[in-house]
């Protein structure tokens, strides 16, 4: 990986060791079985091409120094040719993008752009679905106090850059991973003997660590809260309960309260309105629509 896209990693908030990671799995997909015998069949010599990854549809672009990172990749495995295969990024990450918009030119040997394309567009086309996913939460709610979060409900591998294009979209994260926040959950109360148990157990274990806890009562907040616990998710609450939490919230300092289970785009601003801190919303990440980009060459 070149030092430019390396540092465009890093500016993005991304491990360039962890993308790495992910994008020479891609591409050992792809190469598995030997070289692309399509491309070079069809194509063969036939010289530089240049091409544009251009919007079919509207949404929020994510992914883009991903895309570079899979032509520093393959020029690494000798498939880009002797002059390599260059990207340069129309369109930065985060951007609102229609129809006909190019967001990245990507230039080389023809076998090598046509190798990449399907590697770099199933980056894009996923993460800026993230994207557009999550600005559509995030416009939703515009304008109330409350956030749109996402879960832990990622793609084996993908965590990182699924999470990375929440961001993008305008959301934020919720913990990485099971060491750096503690979540209380229903079966963690069931095994250690009740909410005030379990919260004594994390706090012994791991004082300093970030901690909340998932209730599904009025009754199981106020004990929560009553224990010491200042982070709340409030799991399948209608309005009226929310409304109800918060109230309740509001007699302890540093309360943050986040709705759970049951959201959906048409009532996110009917959630947000009554309060709570963050919308928590899995389906960013475990069942959205890629968004529609194409690789047309010029």
């Keep these: ?30 190469y598995r079985y030997g070289p ?18 251009v919007a079919r549809e509207s949404g929020v672009l994510a992914g883009v120094p991903v895309a570079l990172a899979v032509l520093d990749l393959l ?41 990449a394309e399907r590697t770099l567009l199933n980056f894009l086309t996923h993460l800026s679905g993230i994207a557009t996913a ?14 749109v979060r996402d879960t832990r409900k990622t793609l084996p ?10 961001r993008c979209g305008g959301g934020e994260n919720h913990r990485m991973g099971l060491g750096d926040a503690a979540l209380i959950k229903d079966n963690h109360v069931a095994a250690a003997g009740g909410i005030t148990k379990a919260i004594d157990a994390v706090r012994a274990a791991a004082p300093g660590i970030p901690l909340e806890v998932e209730c599904d009562t009025l009754d199981q907040v106020r004990e929560a809260l009553d224990a010491g616990a200042r ?3 409030l799991d399948n609450m209608g309005p009226d309960a929310l409304r109800a939490a918060v109230a309740i919230g509001h007699g302890y300092d540093g309360v943050r309260l986040e709705s759970s289970g049951g959201l959906r785009l048409e009532n996110a601003r009917e959630v947000a309105a009554t309060g709570v801190d963050y919308l928590s919303v899995g389906a960013l990440t475990h069942s959205v629509k890629s968004l529609d980009l194409g690789l047309d060459l010029t």
């Design 1 to 30: 990986m070149t030092p430019d896209t390396a540092a465009a990693l890093e500016t993005a908030g991304l491990d360039p060791a962890d993308v790495e990671r992910v994008v020479r799995t891609a591409l050992d997909e792809d």
């Design 36 to 53: 692309d015998i399509t491309s070079s069949a069809t194509v063969g010599d036939a010289g530089v091409v240049t091409g544009d990854v």
């Design 75 to 115: 020029a690494e495995r000798g498939l880009a040719g002797a002059g390599g295969v260059r990207g340069t990024a129309l369109r930065a990450d985060g951007s609102r993008i229609g129809p006909g918009d190019a967001v990245l030119r990507v230039s080389g040997p023809a076998a090598a752009v046509l190798g």
């Design 134 to 147: 999550t600005r559509a939460w995030a416009d939703a709610i515009a304008g109330t106090s409350a956030v």
């Design 157 to 166: 591998g993908l965590r990182s850059l699924q999470k990375y294009a929440v």
């Design 231 to 233: 982070f709340i998710l």
